[in-house]
């Protein structure tokens, strides 16, 4: 088996085994009352101190749901590619073990012409790893494919989406939005992409979310899909762990088909 060895341990979240699920459970923890589990959520990809309270709105409503496999969309940071990326690995290893991935969704995912197997794309990416130990606290055991988003279409993302949309498979888009503006400009500035996020309004530009395409991608799949979109809690790191003059800013999103669980206007939806 060739294991995807963690890169970012240490550095975006706790390497100590213990640390980290004592970490994330209390992240988990603190969210009160998750509504019911969506079809597809955006979650913060930057390090716990900064955006973990964040994705736990994100992932609190996830727990104990019944996905049997995960999709995950990312980013890339170090490695520029002009496709989606699978990571030819058999799983991804974090200090809480190893989650498998799902070979039978990279095969599936290998059929468009978009995708692609890249290795080195995925090496030393964090927007992936990091969702990682919260799918192993709220959905262990479940097998993950982790897509590296590149420089693609919003059409070839949606494409990918819409071949995996199934009761049976979460999707997970991972972004942080507005980057190193000070703390009044970045909440203006992310408060007008989350009512585009939130209205379906694509696209977004890389200014407004580093995950600008695989959100574009999954905003392109939502009329076909019939999706709504919720947003769970947004802040910035000068509410958590940074400075005020230079924060990057943080969404947790969730996305259901309309009239299904959670849905606005839906059984245990916002109203």
Same mark, same amino acid.
């Given at each position: ?22 970490? #994330? ?23 716990? #101190? ?20 995960? #999709? ?79 420089? #693609? ?119």
């Amino acid at each position: 088996m060739h294991i995807r060895p963690a890169a970012v341990a240490g550095f975006f979240y706790p390497a100590d085994p213990a640390v980290l699920r004592d970490t #994330v459970d209390g992240l988990l923890a603190a969210v009160p009352d998750p509504r019911p589990a969506p079809r597809a959520v955006i979650a913060p990809h930057a390090g716990y #101190v900064y955006s973990g309270s964040t994705a736990a709105l994100a992932y609190a409503t996830l727990a104990g749901a019944a996905f049997q496999q995960i #999709v995950v969309l990312g980013p890339c940071h170090h490695v520029g590619i002009r496709a989606l990326a699978t990571p030819q690995a058999d799983a991804f290893a974090t200090p809480l073990g190893e989650v498998t991935v799902w070979a039978e969704g990279v095969r599936r995912a290998e059929a468009f012409e978009q995708v692609v197997p890249a290795a080195a794309v995925h090496t030393e990416e964090h927007s992936l790893e990091v969702q990682l130990p919260f799918l192993q606290r709220v959905l262990p055991d479940r097998p993950v494919l982790p897509l590296a988003v590149g420089w #693609v279409t919003p059409e070839q993302v949606a494409e990918v989406i819409q071949a995996f949309w199934d009761p049976a498979t979460l999707i997970v888009v991972s972004s942080d939005l507005s980057h190193y503006h000070p703390y009044d400009d970045a909440r203006r500035r992310d408060r007008v992409t989350l009512d585009q996020i939130l209205g379906l309004d694509g696209p977004l530009d890389h200014d407004q979310a580093c995950g600008a395409t695989p959100i574009n991608g999954l905003l392109a799949a939502a009329p076909a899909l019939g999706l709504q979109a919720t947003l769970l809690g947004a802040c910035n790191s000068g509410d958590t762990a940074g400075d005020k003059r230079r924060v990057v800013g943080y969404a947790a999103v969730a996305f259901d088909a309309a009239g299904e669980a959670g849905a606005p206007g839906g059984p245990g939806g916002a109203a």
